[in-house]
């Protein structure tokens, strides 16, 4: 966590000579000292793989625009002159383009139909330059350090005014919480400073390496950016998620039961906000209920447990990416078995 830390202590630091000046509006968020010297914007538009031709437009907080185009390798550069010198907070958006591949081999460009957000509340360089990357990721901490969907934030930049370094910060443990809610077995970085931390968008680079990652995870739960950002608005503690995410596993499952006793048919419902297992039939009647555990994106997606009110027949079971059930049911009686089922209907509102 040093990179991100040191970035923002020294974000801090010009914070605070900031508000220390004299001269009306002389705010936390206001230009930082050295208002007469030029101020460059810089930074890198990527998904995994730049987006070169990309048109990135940066606003300050009056609403002046600035407009510029990324190079091949997706980095940009805006130069204020010293009679222009923008008003923090600046929130970037990046739209159009191409996804290129850079040094990727097996990898064919297509076109970039996606915009990203990037918010920056101080300059943080030497000479009053900033670093705003343009990726999910910078979408993803924008959203969350605003609580809302960061699209809206780019039309109004005063929504910015309260956001400081240490909310960009706090933004980016929550979004990387609610990765590791999606997968719990991955391994997620928290020393990178994705908002404003240089980077190339070329295999090996830590970040770089990060947005496939992300993306894989998404893709593996059937969550797109949008639904991702709109969680991210809410801690990832959150019972209910404002979008859902058990997708991949949640709908209605038929199974039987092998062992003592016979072949059984069991039914069960997994709501896809919640993981909750309800509907819980034996032979078509009873009820029950229980609940699915993430456990990862991989082969095995979650361990299940649920419980039938027909003989208390308790089921505890794993849930492939296929949506098969495979585990073993018991009964307080001493029956049990092994228990298998697939998923005959995928959950409402679900892909």
Same mark, same amino acid.
């Given at each position: ?285 009873? %009820?029950? !209920?229980?609940? +699915? $555990?993430? *456990? /990862? #994106? ?5 361990? =299940?447990?649920? @419980? ?9 079971? %794993?849930? !492939?990416?296929? +949506? $098969?059930? *495979? /585990? #073993? ?5 001493? =029956?049990?078995? @092994? ?13």
């Amino acid at each position: 966590m040093k990179t991100i830390v040191a970035h923002l202590a020294s974000a801090l630091t010009i914070v605070t000579a900031v508000s220390g000046c004299g001269g009306g509006g002389g705010g936390s968020n206001d230009t930082p000292a050295g208002v007469d010297d030029p101020i460059t914007v810089r930074g890198t538009a990527a998904v995994g793989r730049p987006l070169a031709g990309a048109t990135v437009v940066v606003k300050d907080r009056n609403g002046r625009t600035t407009t510029t185009t990324t190079d091949a390798n997706g980095a940009y550069a805006v130069t204020y002159a010293n009679s222009a010198t923008p008003r923090w907070p600046l929130v970037a958006r990046v739209s159009g383009g191409t996804l290129d591949c850079g040094p990727r081999s097996a990898c064919t460009p297509s076109a970039n139909a996606q915009s990203y957000v990037g918010v920056s509340v101080v300059a943080t360089g030497a000479g009053g330059s900033s670093t705003l990357n343009l990726t999910p990721m910078s979408h993803a901490v924008a959203s969350a350090a605003t609580h809302r969907e960061a699209s809206a934030l780019f039309d109004a930049p005063d929504l910015l005014d309260p956001v400081n370094p240490l909310d960009l910060l706090d933004a980016t443990f929550t979004v990387l919480d609610w990765l590791l809610r999606l997968d719990p077995t991955i391994l997620l970085p928290r020393d990178i400073d994705f908002v404003g931390g240089a980077f190339v968008p070329v295999p090996g680079d830590s970040q770089d390496a990060f947005l496939d990652l992300m993306a894989a995870i998404l893709a593996a739960v059937f969550i797109d950016s949008p639904a991702f950002d709109l969680l991210v608005t809410t801690p990832p503690t959150s019972v209910t998620p404002v979008a859902p995410i058990y997708c991949d596993i949640a709908g209605h499952y038929d199974g039987t039961l092998d062992g003592s006793g016979g072949i059984l048919t069991w039914s069960a419902d997994i709501d896809p906000s919640t993981g909750v297992i309800g509907n819980a039939t034996l032979n078509g009647s009873g %009820s029950g !209920a229980g609940a +699915a $555990t993430r *456990t /990862g #994106t991989g082969a095995q997606r979650a361990h =299940a447990r649920w @419980t039938t009110t027909s003989a208390l027949t308790s089921f505890d079971a %794993s849930i !492939a990416a296929d +949506a $098969t059930i *495979t /585990g #073993t049911w018991t009964t307080p009686l001493g =029956a049990g078995g @092994t228990a298998s089922g697939r998923r005959t209907r995928p959950a409402s509102g679900c892909p």
